[in-house]
């Protein structure tokens, strides 16, 4: 008989992360996961539910809450969308190709609207070539273990998504943290790595891959391209840019930060974006130089093994960017982009001015809001819905512990009415919460 003590195996779980589960996230758990039965534009239907035990399980009362206002789905420009005049060519598609493809885009499963999506996207983005791929997560985590792999250095941003994070840890490639948005961090990582080269072998790295985002979502912060890409220049990296966030949202027509900054897609080596923000679909691009593009269709995980996108989303895409660019023959796209730049400038604006402490870029339609407290997330979120206003509120391991904020993400579809509800509810629960931690807010008791 063998006598084992419990210092014997490794822990199951982290101490503090079970901690955590059980006395901080269960009791606020009401929060998350909470099923809408409708399209997620400015509004939606919400199916409420109850618990009995303290948000170990829930029930649902078959009572739906009616026009919620929707203050986080990523509908940056409205296109999540039931309009049937809108979506008949969508329609068409379905009736024609069906929902599904049932196979990968080398065998069986390469349709004539997938070329013509990547050729608009081409044309959108203003570079050689575009390959598309049926899930936007899959985009970052599948390609970039085809770019780089061991004997390769991996420059990542301390903030980047999970899906970067997990293709840079795939491809069994060095990877080295810089601070976030910090050009000093990453000029000291660049020049590092060029004078030392590899550990023990001191051999020059086969390549160096820069990973950034153009707007940051739990941040709200727009990357410092030009900077980068002058970093990326000098010491001859490559750069690799995330636009999930930022294609559609920001830039004169909506061609993200690279039209933001006034650049040339040329100085991106790999603009990698996503349709499931902006265009109101599923699935994730890659352009840049043809024989990246090329190199891909044959390297690429997703591309040989995941089965392609389904016809009605990709129509959905081509709809939706035709419209961006002003090829259905209308000024509508365009009208969006602009009205979410007002919407977002005058969402902030008014935050700023109420004295919370708001993060990000003013042009950012991902606007974090801080409640710094974690015992504050649960208070926010059910008061907000009391008021008939959803909210994305964010805490551990998401964000820092004592970070903890709701994550706001303005879309062309709200109207300034709709906006004026939502921030009359936040300056009252500002006020009730004292969630107003800005030094220049005015104080909320009367001058003696």
Not at 203 to 218: C, P, Q, T
Not at 244 to 267: L, Q, W
């Amino acid at each position: 008989m063998y006598m084992f003590s419990n210092q014997d195996f490794v822990p199951l779980y982290q101490d503090f992360e079970n901690f955590y589960t059980r006395n901080l996230y269960m009791r606020i758990r009401d929060n998350w996961n909470r099923p809408i039965c409708s399209v997620p534009g400015p509004q939606f239907d919400l199916m409420e539910r109850v618990t009995d035990d303290f948000n170990w399980t829930f029930r649902f009362t078959g009572r739906t809450i009616k026009d919620v206002i929707n203050m986080g789905s990523y509908n940056y420009l409205g296109f999540a969308e039931t309009e049937a005049n809108a979506l008949k060519t969508v329609a068409d598609v379905l009736q024609n190709y069906g929902t599904g493809v049932c196979s990968t885009r080398q065998e069986m499963g390469n349709l004539d609207k997938h070329v013509e999506l990547e050729n608009l996207v081409a044309q959108f983005l203003d570079v050689e070539a575009a390959m598309v791929f049926g899930m936007g997560f899959a985009t970052n985590s599948m390609n970039i273990p085809s770019l780089v792999g061991k004997g390769c250095l991996i420059l990542s941003d301390e903030l980047n998504h999970t899906s970067l994070v997990l293709g840079a840890r795939l491809s069994g490639a060095t990877i080295r943290i810089f601070k976030h948005n910090n050009m000093q961090s990453l000029e000291k990582l660049l020049r590092d790595a060029v004078a030392y080269g590899q550990p023990r072998s001191r051999r020059a790295w086969k390549k160096i891959l820069i990973l950034v985002e153009g707007i940051y979502s739990m941040e709200g912060s727009i990357v410092r391209l030009p900077e980068i890409v002058a970093l990326k220049k000098r010491y001859k990296a490559y750069l690799y840019l995330d636009e999930a966030h930022s294609i559609g949202a920001v830039g004169p027509t909506g061609r993200g930060v690279v039209e933001y900054f006034g650049m040339n897609p040329e100085d991106v080596d790999v603009l990698m974006g996503t349709f499931t923000k902006s265009f109101g679909a599923a699935g994730g691009y890659i352009a840049g130089k043809k024989e990246l593009v090329d190199f891909l269709r044959t390297h690429s995980h997703s591309a040989i093994y995941a089965t392609s996108m389904c016809p009605p989303v990709a129509e959905q895409i081509i709809r939706a960017m035709k419209c961006v660019m002003g090829l259905d023959g209308t000024t509508q796209g365009l009208q969006r982009v602009h009205q979410l730049g007002e919407n977002t400038r005058y969402f902030r604006r008014r935050l700023h001015e109420m004295g919370f402490i708001v993060y990000g870029n003013d042009d950012s339609p991902v606007v974090p809001l801080l409640l710094y407290m974690p015992g504050k997330i649960g208070a926010f979120a059910r008061h907000m819905l009391t008021k008939n206003i959803g909210v994305v509120v964010v805490g551990f391991p998401a964000t820092p512990i004592a970070e903890s904020r709701a994550r706001f993400c303005v879309s062309a579809a709200h109207t300034r009415e709709m906006l004026d509800t939502v921030l009359n509810a936040l300056d009252e629960l500002g006020d009730f919460l004292q969630l107003k931690y800005s030094r220049h807010s005015r104080s909320s008791r009367p001058e003696l």
